[in-house]
């Protein structure tokens, strides 16, 4: 089972960006779909955006156009850019290897003037 390492979260006004880093340990990280999910307060897990070992992307309808998800194999690490910031986009944000369905601890992003 592979460990996933989030962090880049934090505190950030409407309309700013953050950068989410994932490291995942202990897997060929380049087989593995990874992926990232949110979980706001009293809400279920939510689908923020994919990428493949291909590097096909999925995102959710909420983020689409705000939010990249980028891979670096080398440095076994997935990326999530997001732009343009919403206060509905304050949630947990947690990493997720589809191959080996393992998850990090979760990083939490704010988004409040």
């Known amino acids: 089972q592979p460990q996933l390492v989030e962090s880049g979260g934090g505190l950030v006004q409407p309309g700013g960006s953050l950068r989410l880093s994932c490291v995942a340990s202990?897997?060929?990280?380049?087989?593995?779909?990874m992926g990232w999910y949110r979980r706001a307060p009293g809400q279920g897990r939510e689908l923020v955006a994919t990428?493949?070992?291909?590097?096909?992307?999925l995102y959710g309808d909420s983020v689409k156009g705000r939010f990249t998800i980028s891979r670096d194999n080398t440095k076994s690490t997935v990326y999530l850019q997001m732009n343009d910031l919403k206060p509905e986009d304050t949630a947990v944000y947690y990493c997720?290897?589809?191959?080996?369905?393992?998850w990090g601890q979760g990083t939490q992003v704010t988004v409040s003037s």
């Open positions: 990428i493949t070992d291909g590097y096909r992307t």
């Open positions: 202990g897997s060929i990280f380049s087989r593995s779909a």
């Open positions: 997720h290897d589809l191959k080996w369905d393992s």
